[in-house]
Structure formats: structure tokens, C-alpha cells
């Protein structure tokens, strides 16, 4: 679809581009000695990820990252094929990203992180006219962990006021969350029209165990908050602040990585082409389904 289409809405994300190495170990892990796993290389990064499910949603996506620059020329030719615009600088001395993800038989992953040259970002990255024609900005998480980028999310968060495009923030990590502060973070983040915490975010950032709770805790902070919940679903507050939940479809999960940014994919998607609330919902977890059913956070 040409991004030149008048009809095709533009969303500006900010956030990261990573290189994942996926871990699926055969058996259990065995200290000090060795364990057959298959490793596979993948790209990655929350905003990459968000990038490519929202293009492959008929999205035009405009992606603002900071990558090594011996990989500008390959990985913006990468973008540009999967239908994103990508807005990239080259740092001359950070690598691009790297992620190791370890998958357990369940399809549940944990992290090792390093953020290379996403670290990095400056606000001279973002160029004068990066939020011309934008409809939507997205703002990872990852971008409010570390001065400079955060200093980036910040701006982009004023110049998006100005010209009252609304801002979507996905809270990325509850670990990064605990080390900055869960005060900090909201106090950050807040009047951003969305928030898309899963569910072990959510219980971080309200203090709160039970999902409605969570959705008015947190609701003062932010227009809207739309919690999901993995192969349960999704749950947010209607426009009566009635709780609203849509159910996640029964698929085998192969690797989680990635899902809740599909699910932002979809949902986004179909918020921009006037479906109701519940249908974007569905359309989101629709989307995570999807995500979970292959290896990788693209699809």
C-alpha cells in the first residue's frame, strides 16, 4: 500500500531497533556444563516490532531509531521492504542493539538486554518535520529507561501536544520499570492518550492485583488504559467506564516474544479506520494470536 494514499493514516514511532538471539533450550538448564538449545537470529526491538505488525496492517509506519553504523544501509533497506519508513542515524561508535531471549517449553521468555546504541538517541535525531502528517505517535517503554532517549520521548510528547496528536505509550519492561520508579514512570508518561500495560505491568504501575482495579488506578493518568492479558484477552473501560473485556483466541503458543506488540498493531489499526472499541480489541488479540504462533516478535 503506498504511503502516498491520502486514506492511509500515518503513525510515528520512537523507540528501538535490536537484534534478538532466541534461546529454546532441549531440556533444562544444567550449570557449568553444556545444553543442546536451538538459537535462532532475529530482528527486534519493541518499536521495530510495533513498526512492522502496523505496516503489515495496512498502517503507514515512520520509525525514529538509533542503530550501529555498519548495519544503517541493511537494516533501512529491511524497513523500507516491510513497507516502514525508517528514520534511522548511524552511531560510530555503539553497536545496534542485541537481545538475547531464552523461551521455556511453554512459550514464556525472559531477557538479557543490551541496549547499544538505542541508548543514544538524540533529540537531533528526530529532524524538523518528523511528525508531518502523523496521526498517531507510539513511545516504547525502553525510550523513558535512560536520559537520552527519554529526553527524545519527552519532546516528542510536547510536539505532539502542539499539534494534539495523541500519544501511545507501551510500558516495555517491569523491570526497567522497578529500577527508574514506578512514580517516575507514570509522572513521565502521564496525559498520554493510551497506555498499553500487560498484565504484570499493569499490577506494577497500579500497586493492584485485580484487572478492573488496575483500569481505575491508573485511568487518572491517562485517557485510556487497555490491559492485556496474554491468551485471555484484553480489558479496558468503555466510554461509561464500564469494564470492557475481549477474550483471546485458544492457540499453541511457540514463542511470546512480541505478542503485545502485534496486539498494538492490530488494535491501533483498527482505531484508525473508526472500528468500535470492542472490535479493536478483538482485532488486537487477534493479532497477539498470531504473534505467539511462530518464532519471533515480527511477523
Not at 498502517?59 to 537494516?75: F, I, K, Q, T
Not at 537531533?124 to 535512560?146: P, Q, T, W
Not at 483500569?215 to 469494564?243: C, K, M, S, W
Request: charged share 20%.
Amino acid at each position: 500500500m503506498s504511503t502516498s494514499d491520502s486514506s492511509v493514516k500515518t503513525v510515528l514511532l520512537v523507540g528501538d531497533v535490536m537484534r534478538d538471539v532466541i534461546v529454546r533450550p532441549h531440556g533444562v538448564l544444567r550449570e557449568g556444563s553444556d545444553c543442546k538449545a536451538k538459537i535462532e537470529m532475529r530482528p527486534g526491538g519493541s518499536g521495530a516490532n510495533q513498526a512492522v505488525w502496523l505496516a503489515a496492517n495496512g498502517v503507514s509506519a515512520r520509525l525514529v531509531a538509533r542503530v550501529g553504523a555498519s548495519d544503517l544501509a541493511a537494516l533501512s533497506a529491511q524497513f523500507l521492504e516491510r513497507g516502514v519508513e525508517p528514520l534511522f542515524a548511524g552511531d560510530t561508535e555503539l553497536a545496534t542493539g542485541t537481545l538475547i531471549s531464552m523461551i521455556d517449553p511453554g512459550g514464556e521468555r525472559s531477557f538479557y538486554t543490551d541496549r547499544g546504541a538505542n541508548e543514544v538517541l538524540s533529540i537531533e535525531d528526530l529532524g524538523a518535520h518528523v511528525l508531518d502528517d502523523v496521526s498517531m505517535v507510539v513511545l516504547s517503554g525502553y525510550s523513558f529507561f535512560i536520559a537520552s532517549p527519554r529526553e527524545v520521548a519527552k519532546e516528542v510528547m510536547v510536539r505532539a501536544g502542539q499539534k494534539n496528536i495523541p500519544v501511545l505509550i507501551d510500558p516495555s519492561s517491569s523491570g526497567f520499570i522497578r529500577d527508574v520508579g514506578v512514580a517516575r514512570f507514570l509522572d513521565w508518561t502521564r496525559g498520554a492518550a493510551i497506555l498499553f500495560p500487560n498484565a504484570q505491568e499493569a499490577e506494577l504501575l497500579s500497586g493492584e492485583s485485580d484487572p478492573e482495579t488496575q483500569l481505575r488506578v491508573l485511568r487518572p493518568y491517562f485517557d485510556r488504559v487497555v490491559i492485556t492479558q496474554g491468551a485471555l484477552g484484553a480489558v479496558t473501560l468503555d466510554g461509561h467506564e464500564n469494564l470492557l473485556f475481549a477474550p483471546g483466541e485458544n492457540v499453541a503458543a511457540l514463542d511470546t516474544t512480541g505478542a503485545g506488540d502485534a496486539f498494538l498493531g492490530g488494535f491501533v489499526a483498527a482505531q484508525l479506520v473508526g472500528q468500535s472499541l470492542y472490535d479493536s480489541l478483538c482485532a488486537g488479540n487477534k493479532q497477539g494470536a498470531r504473534a505467539v504462533g511462530h518464532i519471533g516478535g515480527q511477523p
